[in-house]
């Protein structure tokens, strides 16, 4: 079935971002769903000539870069490679190449032919090509337009005092118990979870069964379980949408239901799609940002000792802890010549944040950690009109958990040897599986 097809039988699909794949997800439309939206990949395997790099590129230890990373920049800011599934794809990992991409309106996140585009993986939420591509412009602008306003500069200053509060319930437990403790699970995990609940309206004993479906849609390697969890996902926010129009809240679903603009359909998959981004990549900082203050004791004295660095350490975390995180994707809708490569219509290009923001010509000796370093040049929210809608709230997440644990925690320590630190492989974010400590 063809995109226009699927756009005749779908009423309205194209008015929303994400609408498409929510009617999509409906059981009587599965058939359509897999052979569409998530693409039955028809494309050719066949690695390219010369195309040699190999991705996800290897990185042994959860805070240090890739061995094979620093060769790459060296040899340039753009790279012919394979994705994990086998596709070739651009590579693009210079400060200031990401920049210009950032907003060039060339490149896109949806495809016309998406049933054929390359793939970065098998993950539903982040394998290859999301949106419609005849109107992807349009729907990106909707879009920030009914999210923008949730995090504004006001309403960050009226959310900030509740984070705090939040933040010192969860320190208050961690203080209560006994050590060894796992402050991923103790501050790390909880405190975004229970902050995008509260703005959103989802409730917060759903968290470990909401939790379970975002890990699940977040897995870059099997397609099964990835198309799984983001149809329970998308259930799960039919429901809420539901019950938010019977009993509506000061909550941002609420907002949405209330909005006759706004399809209901539309309001499951958007609050959905916040739900995981509101809370998976600040759980991530702060657990590799924790674990690089920890392993630099005088960096938690400094923070101890004076606490008008705790932003200045939250730049540095968002900076330096973007080595694991998957690159974002992206497809040309035109040629494009960027440091001496040529850029075909349709490729698939993957903007390396994490590698950007250790992009030596930018940010002098980049592997170090370094919470005195004006980081706040760093692309781990992007950059212009694609600047993250809520990197505001981040900020001030970041901010309170690394204030209150250095603050309450003068003398926390590892409680294991970081060579047994795991993370949670084969997801769009590898994450600590666990961060034991003690104090």
């Known amino acids: 079935m063809s995109a226009r097809a699927v756009s005749r039988e779908m009423p309205g699909s194209t008015a929303w971002p994400g609408t498409r794949t929510a009617l999509l997800l409906t059981e009587a439309a599965r058939r359509?769903?897999?052979g569409y939206v998530l693409g039955q990949h028809e494309g050719s395997r066949t690695p390219e000539e010369g195309m040699t790099i190999q991705l996800p590129l290897d990185q042994a230890h959860p805070i240090r870069p890739p061995g094979n990373l620093r060769d790459l920049q060296a040899q340039g800011p753009v790279h012919r490679v394979r994705t994990a599934v086998g596709d070739p794809a651009w590579l693009v990992t210079g400060y200031r190449e990401l920049q210009e991409l950032f907003?060039?309106?060339?490149?896109?996140?949806?495809?016309?032919?998406?049933?054929?585009?390359?793939?970065?993986?098998?993950?539903m939420l982040h394998g290859g090509p999301q949106g419609n591509y005849a109107t992807e412009p349009e729907d990106h602008a909707r879009f920030r337009a009914r999210v923008q306003p949730h995090f504004s500069p006001r309403r960050m200053r009226e959310l900030r005092p509740r984070v705090e509060a939040l933040t010192a319930e969860l320190i208050d437990q961690l203080a209560a118990s006994q050590p060894p403790a796992d402050l991923t699970q103790a501050l790390a995990l909880p405190l975004p979870v229970a902050v995008i609940c509260e703005l959103l309206g989802v409730p917060?004993?759903?968290?470990?069964m909401f939790r379970e479906w975002t890990q699940s849609a977040a897995d870059t390697r099997d397609r099964a379980r990835s198309e799984h969890g983001l149809l329970s996902l998308y259930e799960y926010g039919q429901r809420l949408v539901a019950r938010k129009h019977k009993e509506?809240?000061?909550?941002?679903?609420?907002?949405?239901c209330?909005?006759?603009?706004v399809p209901d359909d539309a309001v499951a998959m958007l609050a959905m799609s916040l739900l995981w981004a509101g809370h998976e990549t600040t759980v991530y900082t702060i657990g590799i940002g924790a674990l690089?203050?920890?392993?630099?004791?005088?960096?938690?004295?400094?923070l101890h000792a004076d606490p008008a660095l705790v932003p200045a350490a939250a730049e540095e975390a968002l900076r330096a802890a973007g080595w694991g995180g998957t690159p974002l994707i992206r497809y040309a809708r035109a040629e494009i010549k960027i440091a001496g490569s040529t850029i075909a219509p349709g490729d698939l290009v993957l903007l390396h944040q994490g590698a950007a923001n250790h992009d030596q010509a930018i940010f002098g000796d980049p592997a170090r950690f370094d919470i005195a370093r004006q980081a706040g040049a760093h692309l781990a929210f992007g950059h212009g009109t694609h600047y993250c809608a809520g990197a505001p709230l981040a900020r001030i997440e970041l901010q309170a958990a690394f204030g209150q644990l250095t603050s309450r925690f003068p003398?926390?320590?590892?409680?294991?040897?970081i060579e047994e630190l795991t993370v949670t492989d084969g997801l769009l974010l590898p994450g600590l599986t666990a961060l034991h400590v003690t104090w």
Do not use: C, F, K, N
């Open 32 to 34: 359509v769903y897999r």
């Open 411 to 417: 003398r926390m320590q590892l409680a294991m040897p």
């Open 204 to 208: 917060l004993q759903d968290r470990e």
């Open 292 to 302: 690089m203050l920890l392993t630099q004791p005088e960096q938690w004295q400094a």
């Open 248 to 256: 509506p809240g000061d909550d941002i679903i609420s907002g949405w």
């Open 258 to 261: 209330a909005d006759p603009e």
């Open 103 to 123: 907003g060039d309106s060339r490149l896109g996140r949806s495809h016309p032919e998406p049933g054929t585009a390359a793939r970065w993986g098998d993950s």
